[in-house]
């Protein structure tokens, strides 16, 4: 049973424009959001993370949108670069209580390409 | 100052052979996750070792994968009688906590690439 579900599986993005990768999630436990980005050959790395409280947290050109009553969540990459070039994963974890599980629960991933 | 490493980086072994895969975690993380990277299926969780406490091992797969971790340090993924549906990529996480909380991060390893032919 998949718990978190990710879309697109990949998307392709002109230089400058905006892109857009979703998740929505099934266990109304989970409590911590976060999306890493892994470039190949690599492990993933951290980007950006939220907790249900907030509906929105933004650090540079990335946005992570919130929406608890959909169960959804979303990142966005304002402003796109080549560099930005990677597989997003979004993930969810029960660890931010301090109860229940720990560790991270991936969507399947989205290959972002960012053409110049 | 280094972060996770994994040894080997690559490791090609034949169906019904055993292999090794080793983790050193970043010096004084106390928490350490195993994950597997399959092609389509993200990442999926194996093991959780925290401490001196008993190991989460509710993600193994089947009773040919174990792990061990001595020294609350290194740890090493063992894979017996392997078959080519274990080939994948193996990852290794440590963070500083025993569970996330607040922007606490899991910082990944390079993960070894294993083919079971």
């Known amino acids: 049973q998949q718990q978190v579900k990710q879309s697109p599986q990949s998307l392709i993005v002109q230089k400058g424009g905006i892109s857009i990768i979703n998740c929505a999630y099934e266990?109304?436990?989970?409590?911590?959001f976060p999306w890493y980005q892994q470039f190949p050959g690599k492990g993933p790395a951290l980007l950006i993370a939220?907790?249900?409280?907030?509906s929105e947290k933004k650090e540079g050109r990335f946005t992570i949108s919130f929406n608890k009553s959909a169960k959804q969540f979303s990142l966005h990459i304002m402003d796109s670069q080549p560099g930005d070039s990677a597989t997003y994963f979004c993930?969810?974890?029960?660890?931010?209580?301090?109860?229940?599980?720990?560790?991270?629960?991936f969507g399947k991933g989205t290959k972002l390409s960012v053409i110049p | 100052g280094a972060g996770v490493s994994q040894s080997p980086s690559n490791k090609v072994t034949e169906k019904g052979k055993d292999v090794e895969l080793r983790c050193d975690p970043i010096?004084?993380?106390?928490?350490l996750y195993w994950y597997r990277q399959s092609l389509g299926q993200g990442l999926e969780f194996l093991i959780y070792?925290?401490?001196?406490?008993?190991?989460?091992k509710s993600g193994l797969p089947s009773d040919r994968f174990s792990a061990e971790r001595t020294g609350g340090s290194v740890s090493t993924l063992t894979i017996q009688r392997t078959q080519q549906e274990d080939s994948a990529v193996y990852l290794c996480?440590?963070?500083?906590?025993?569970?996330?909380?607040?922007?606490?991060?899991?910082?990944f390893g390079p993960g070894t690439r294993l083919t079971v032919l």
């Open positions: 996480a440590s963070s500083s906590r025993p569970r996330l909380a607040g922007d606490d991060e899991q910082f």
């Open positions: 266990n109304t436990a989970f409590d911590y």
């Open positions: 939220i907790r249900p409280d907030v």
């Open positions: 993930a969810a974890s029960m660890g931010y209580s301090g109860a229940g599980s720990y560790q991270l629960t």
């Open positions: 010096s004084g993380h106390t928490a």
């Open positions: 070792f925290q401490g001196n406490s008993a190991p989460d």
